[in-house]
Structures are given as structure tokens and as C-alpha cells.
């Protein structure tokens, strides 16, 4: 008995240790993800408060996070109720795909094929629009520009939310997903009020490049546990895959990369 009890305090810090180091991905994946979506909403923002005054962008964010919270309060009972493996299945195809998406942007923005996004142009074309706005319409121009922060938030958000659901709902890391949400958000924020000026400084490229091989690992991990595989290693396979992707990834930025001259022609 007293030799049980004295092996259970350490097995609970085993299982402990194990939970934290499978949640730890999970947190990393929806922080990464939620960094880049928050850093582009919070430069629309920004430019619609410096540009129209403070009261539509913060009705408009406010109005845009309450319709994100009704959405997650919607679909987090509907969660409990699928199958594990058809939900695993579902979000791991959706994901594989949401993280490709991310990957192959990443990855031509990498090689110079497209422009790196810039958030001090995103801000300046914001404010542009903005301006072209209020001279059209000199009535009503506060709805516009509360919408506007709205329209950001949402579809930004919306993105954040998927990530969220899609990394945790596979094996119970909700939680660890929408802290890794929250603290991102924190974050983002904080520096953006500190400094009231677009977070142009944040490596958002090399950020989606890191998202895209996150979520594409965790797609096809969970697409195979959707369908029964068994993956050697259980969650270490999505290291693996990560590793695989990272490598595909970088291999093909530097195929495609070609020198300035060459990519105007």
C-alpha cells in the first residue's frame, strides 16, 4: 500500500509531463496563426482610428469580437457531439488544406515570386480608401469606418477561430489552442498601443512560412488518425511531418528563387 502510494504522485507527473508536451504544439500552432491574423486586423484598425477617430474602431471591433465569441459559443457544444474520427478527419483535410495554403504563399513570397506583405503599405492603402470614403460619402462616414474595422476583425478572426478549433479539437487541446489564441492576442495588442503604429517589424512571412508547416503536419496526422492509421511514435509523427514540410518548403523557395532581373522579365 505505502509503496503504491508513494509511485502514484510520480506516474501523475509523468502523465503531466506527457499532456503538457502534446498540448505544447497545439499552443505553438494557434499562437503563430493568430500572431500574423492579428498583426493584418490590428493595422486595419489602427488606420480606420487614426484616420476617422477612435469611437467607430473600437464599436466596430468591439461588435466584430462579440460575433467571433457567438460563433465559438455555437460550434463548441456541436464538437462533443461528432464521432472522434470523423471530426479528426474532417478538420485534418480542412487543416491539410488551410495549411498548405499558408505554405505555398509563404514560400513564393520566400522566392520573390509575389511581394512580401507590408504593413505599412497595408496601413497607407487603408487610410487611402479611407479618405477616398469620406469624400464620396460625407454622411455617415463613421458607419463606414466602423464597418470597416468590423469587416477586419471577423473575417480575420474567423481564420483565428479555425485554427483554434481545428489544432485542439482533435485530441481534447482546446484549451491549450485558445490560450496560445489569447496569448497572441495580448501580445499583438500590447505592442500596438504602445507604440500606436503599424507592427511592420514583425517577420510575418517567416511567421506563415511556420504556421503552414505546423498546420500542414497536423492535417495530415490527423487526416490519418480520421481513417485508423496508427502513426509510429503517436504524436511525435506530426514532429516528423513538420520536418518533412519545413524541408519541402525551403527546397522549393530556393528552386524558385531567381535573381531581380530575371523576375521583372
Known amino acids: 500500500m505505502l509503496r503504491t502510494l508513494h509511485e502514484n504522485p510520480r506516474r501523475e507527473t509523468v502523465m503531466d509531463i506527457a499532456t503538457w508536451g502534446a498540448a505544447a504544439p497545439v499552443f505553438s500552432a494557434a499562437f503563430l496563426a493568430a500572431v500574423v491574423e492579428v498583426v493584418e486586423a490590428f493595422t486595419i484598425v489602427l488606420a480606420v482610428g487614426t484616420f476617422s477617430g477612435w469611437r467607430p474602431a473600437l464599436l466596430g471591433t468591439g461588435t466584430g469580437l462579440a460575433v467571433l465569441a457567438g460563433l465559438i459559443l455555437a460550434l463548441g457544444p456541436l464538437l462533443g457531439q461528432v464521432p472522434i474520427h470523423a471530426l479528426q478527419l474532417v478538420v485534418g483535410v480542412l487543416l491539410l488544406l488551410f495549411g498548405m495554403r499558408w505554405l505555398r504563399k509563404a514560400v513564393l513570397r520566400a522566392a520573390g515570386i509575389i511581394p512580401l506583405h507590408d504593413e505599412q503599405a497595408a496601413f497607407a492603402a487603408e487610410r ?11 454622411t455617415n462616414f463613421e458607419w463606414i469606418a466602423g464597418i470597416t474595422a468590423f469587416k477586419a476583425v471577423v473575417l480575420e478572426g474567423i481564420e483565428v477561430v479555425f485554427v483554434v478549433i481545428a489544432v ?3 485530441r481534447g487541446h482546446l484549451g491549450a489552442a485558445s490560450l496560445g489564441a489569447l496569448a497572441a492576442c495580448a501580445l499583438v495588442l500590447a505592442l500596438g498601443l504602445l507604440i500606436l503604429k503599424p507592427l511592420s517589424r514583425v517577420p510575418e512571412n517567416t511567421l506563415k512560412f511556420g504556421v503552414g508547416v505546423m498546420l500542414a503536419a497536423f492535417g495530415v496526422f490527423w487526416t490519418g488518425e480520421g481513417l485508423g492509421i496508427t502513426w509510429p511514435g503517436a504524436d511525435v509523427a506530426i514532429v516528423v511531418f513538420g520536418a518533412i514540410f519545413l524541408a519541402t518548403g525551403l527546397s ?8 531581380i532581373g530575371e523576375c521583372v522579365r
Do not use: I
Open 128 to 138: 487611402a480608401h479611407l479618405q477616398g470614403e469620406a469624400l464620396r460619402r460625407k
Open 168 to 170: 485542439g479539437a482533435g
Open 252 to 259: 522549393l523557395a530556393a528552386m524558385l528563387r531567381r535573381p
